[in-house]
T-cell receptor, first 110, second 113 residues
Framework: AQRVTQPEKLLSVFKGAPVELKCNYS??????LFWYVQYSRQRLQLLLR??SRESIKGFTADLNKGETSFHLKKPFAQEEDSAMYYC????????????FGSGTRLLVRP | KAGVTQTPRYLIKTRGQQVTLSCSPI?????VSWYQQTPGQGLQFLFE???????NKGNFPGRFSGRQFSNSRSEMNVSTLELGDSALYLC????????????FGQGTRLTVV
């Protein structure tokens, strides 16, 4: 079964604290994973993808195939990081589609 | 470059009616996907269109349909609306089928009463 699990609905941290948003996936093929972010009153937008191995806004995510995880991390959270974060798995059947996790709301307190 | 545009932004319909939502992709993008977002089910894939052909379909009843025009604009239609169809409908466009980055619109908030 193709599935993305984000176990935390809400993650609340203080400004400057480290952040880790968890994401686990289930997929028999070769996974392509993404993190999307939705700030208040804004559209869903791509934050980062595992194939790029990039760091965006201080966030990084490493694909761990052994643990089937793609956790999103940031060493020092900022208030402007408060948003909904969705982990997504790109799968291929007749074409490609994204399977999203249920999302984690990150709240960074001052 | 203009982003993905969805119209209308908000819609209220009654049970049994039908509705058509529109999506204009980013200029030059040829792939359009539709997703339904609800508090209970999250974001769920509806279908994808490329070159005016449906290339993939999610697990939704036949009441949900769509089409794509030669200019890549897409519409989705829901017939015989049910209360459970109340959701935010998101459209995403990509350059091509194989392109990994999807750009999302603001969505159309459909309320069925």
């Amino acid at each position: 079964a193709q599935r993305v699990t984000q176990p935390e609905k809400l993650l609340s941290v203080f400004k400057g604290a480290p952040v880790e948003l968890k994401c686990n996936y289930s997929y028999s093929g070769s996974p392509e994973l993404f993190w999307y972010v939705q700030y208040s009153r804004q559209r869903l937008q791509l934050l980062l993808r595992h194939i790029s191995r990039e760091s965006i806004k201080g966030f990084t995510a490493d694909l761990n195939k052994g643990e089937t995880s793609f956790h999103l991390k940031k060493p020092f959270a900022q208030e402007e990081d408060s948003a909904m974060y969705y982990c997504a798995l790109r799968v291929k059947d007749s074409s490609y589609k994204l399977i999203f996790g249920s999302g984690t709301r990150l709240l960074v307190r001052p | 470059k203009a982003g993905v545009t969805q119209t209308p932004r908000y819609l209220i319909k009654t049970r049994g009616q039908q509705v058509t939502l529109s999506c204009s992709p980013i200029s030059g993008h040829r792939s359009v996907s539709w997703y339904q977002q609800t508090p209970g089910q999250g974001l769920q894939f509806l279908f994808e269109y490329f070159s005016e052909t449906q290339r993939n379909k999610g697990n939704f009843p036949g009441r949900f349909s769509g089409r794509q025009f030669s200019n890549s604009r897409s519409e989705m239609n829901v017939s015989t609306l049910e209360l459970g169809d109340s959701a935010l409908y998101l459209c995403a466009s990509s350059l091509a089928l194989s392109n990994t980055e999807a750009f999302f619109g603001q969505g159309t908030r459909l309320t069925v009463v």
